[in-house]
């Protein structure tokens, strides 16, 4: 298995549930995330793009293994080829596996930002946290200061430094560019690229479509809880003939400087999944065969993609 | 099949249950007659029994019949004094949110004032006033208890008025009255009669203590307080019931009225009854 | 650090001002309630002196009392006095009422810091346990014991424990402040403390429940959080992110709720010093109404309001000087 030791963070098959309390149905499960696949490689920056609400920030909660109580979690996740264990989540958390949060709001309201950003570890690592700050371009006084009394740009270059000050390997950045102008978004990326060029993998969690083609190596095009398509960046640089999704491509489109063209439809539901493929209740090509079992991901030039029909 | 229908049934049947209980013991206070409770000395100082179950007291007087009476009594001045509060409670918190600033700034200052004073000894100080007795126990309790529920109607009334579908209405031309029969007072007055039964527990805990201290109701009246106040004289000699018993009934009614407004806030409001 | 201190003087003013304003009022009140009683102060000071009165006394008291002016400026009379620190004599003790306020408050604020103390200390780890138990079965026990334990009449929970505690197992006195015909001058700490115990452990009984389920719902909403979240994801266990956050963020409300509690305090010592026979300020008011001691009575109604009123100074300056989102505000 050498594709297996080569890689950094492997999932198959991974699934999320929550146990919900519902008003008719009482007790029951609703499906988050469905069968999904990714697979991350030192040194890539991995981008997983969705809409809103497609529950792409339980994916980073379900690697690092921080659900909460009333998940359930099915499939194999597997770190530099062994088993992601409850207990071996733990174990890497914060030390070879590290979340980049969205906002401030990640940061306690009432700890200064050097004792945070050095973590709760012993030793602490004041003198790299300096030697980064500095490097990040962040004040001196930045450590004394308290969350609030941050500005966008750097809460952001705080919560990179956090990522940074614990050495981990494999970075898992969860939407860090909205509410950003396009300047600091392109810093903040600049920032991943560099984490990337020094041999770390990045997972880049985003709707920003846009962003995602541009920055990353790999783009795992996320819908309704699962990957449809995961494929180089180039690809969706390229137009929709290079892409392998139905919903890919209405994705291509639907971008401003391509045309704006919307599909039609909604996201189902987490609670209301079809039966089949995900996607089929909006694909111009959907058959018989769609609608009664999901499609198998498939390899088709050098991407993998989860469609019967995908060429 | 339904669990959340099953659970909200089963609160409903719970409350309802505690409500016939607190009329029983209500009602079973006015009605039984006096002689149940007369002083017999030849009973005097008897250990519960079968034939007296709370025991009796030194003049011979049967403990539970002296403290179903003692109960009814405290909760008659409870219910009395927690309505007026109540009333001030929703007219004070609606002035505050309605009326100028100055006006709610001076209503916050009183809040303040009220709050300010231990609420001992402010009805101390009132049946002081009023000559001690039922009236000076009545208008301290009442006027000591609304400050909470003068805030939350105020808060309340505030959030409705900055609704779209006031200013809508505001639009459309319908008076400050219709507004506040059509939209206002639907929402109140789940809130208030919450608030009022939740006012219950603290009237009569207060309305115990104060007579306990020998302010409020004359030693002839067997309320709760009274019974109390007269055990600790006998507790040095042994005489543990007269202090045992009456004391966990009342903590047993005042329990129960208490858990009585938590479910029926529950049951008028799930949102707000998570915790 | 200056720059913050220039800007709290408007507020600082204005929060005086209104200490002033209510103050003002309590006294006026007070004052008022007292005019308005049927009972007549100089009658019962007189009673109070039982033997024969000489009509010049009686003049003296009656000048005293300024019986003949109109309320208003007796009233003005009593503050005057009232601000140079004559509280009048009382009736029932026969001395100077600031002289017993004092020596009384030295009484009550030991009982009232024991049991604040008590109180705060146990509600906040119960407090702490029920949120970080949240709906499992400690959580689930725990409220039920505050719950009922808010029904709990001070009073009766006082005689419980003292038919238990006092009457029946005898391991502590059954009141007073410390042992009978013992002098003051030899009155041990021990002995105090000894005599202390079963009123602050009632005190703090009846307090706990409050300040356990406000901490609970506190330290709910930061274990909730999106920064506990991110802590966890950094590898922080349960305990690690209670000591580094969840103290951080519950320990100033609830020391804030604690200081704004003075007025429940000081109202629920009163029952527990009446039931204990403990000499405080307490059982001296109840006395003071039951005897128609005016003075007394006036004396620790102020005195109880400006008590209140500097737990809540205390709670308001807590949030300026120790949450840094309104210390640094300007920098």
Known sequence: ?311 | MNRRLNRRTRTLILTAAMGVLILAVYAAGILVPEEWTASSFLDAKQPPSLQHWFGTDSLGRDLFWRTVKGLSVSMTVGIVASCVSAVIALLVGIAAAVGSKGVDGFINWLIDLVMGVPHTILIILISFCLGRGLKGLLVGIAATHWCSLARLIRGEVMQLRSQHYIALSRRLGKSSGWILTNHLLPHLIPQFFVGLILMFPHAILHEASVSFLGYGLPPEQPAIGIILSESMKYLSAGMWWPAVFPGLTLVLIVLLIDRLGENLRMILDPSSAQE | MFQWFIRLVPRGLRYGLKVISLLLAVSIIAFALVCASPIDPVQQYILGLGTAVSPERRAAIEEYWGVNDPPVERYLNWLGNLLRGDLGESALYRRPVAEIISQRFANSLALMICAWVLSGVIGFALGCVMGVFRDRWPDKLLKKICYLLSSVPTFWLGLVLLLVFAVTLGWFPVGFSSPIGVLEADVTFWQRLHHLALPAITLSIVSFPGIALHTRQKLVDVLSSEYVLFARARGEGTWTILRRHGLRNILLPALTLQFSSFAELFGGSVLAENVFSYPGLGSAVSAAGLNSDVPLLLGITVFSALFVCVGNTIANLLYGIVDPRIREVSQ
């Open chain 1, 1 to 311: 298995m050498e594709a297996k030791n080569e890689s950094l963070l492997e999932i198959h098959d991974l699934s999320v549930a929550f146990r919900m309390y519902d008003q008719v149905l009482g007790q029951k499960d609703l499906q988050v995330i469905s069968d999904l696949h990714l697979t991350v490689r030192p040194g890539e920056v991995v981008a997983v793009a969705g809409s809103s609400g497609s529950g792409k920030s339980l994916l980073a909660s379900a690697i690092l293994g921080i659900l909460p109580g009333n998940a359930t979690v099915k499939g194999h996740l597997h770190y530099q080829g062994q088993e992601l264990t409850p207990a071996r989540q733990a174990a890497l958390r914060g030390t070879e596996i590290a979340l980049v949060p969205q906002s401030v709001a990640y940061l306690d309201p009432l700890m200064k930002i050097g004792a945070q950003a050095d973590g709760h570890r012993r030793p602490k690592p004041t003198e790299k946290r300096r030697e980064l700050f500095r490097r990040l371009s962040l004040p001196e006084k930045t450590g004394k200061l308290y969350p609030f009394q941050l500005s966008g740009g750097m809460a952001r270059r705080v919560l990179v430094s956090t990522a940074l000050i614990s050495g981990a390997r494999l970075i898992i950045a969860d939407e860090p560019t909205p509410g950003m102008s396009l300047d600091q978004a392109l810093e903040a990326l600049k920032l991943f690229r560099q984490m990337a060029d020094q041999g770390k993998g990045v997972v880049l969690i985003t709707h920003d479509i846009d962003l995602a083609f541009a920055f990353a190596d790999r783009v795992a095009v996320f819908y309704a809880g699962t990957t449809v398509e995961t494929a180089p960046a180039a690809d969706f640089r390229a137009g929709p003939e290079a892409l392998r999704h139905p919903y890919s491509r209405a994705l291509w489109r639907a971008l401003p400087q391509n045309g704006f063209q919307p599909i039609d439809g909604f996201q189902p539901y987490a609670g209301a999944l079809p039966g089949g493929c995900l996607f089929a209740p909006r694909c111009p090509y959907k058959t018989a065969q769609c609608e009664q079992s999901p499609p198998p991901v498939r390899e088709i030039r050098g991407g993998e993609v989860r469609c019967y029909h995908g060429a």
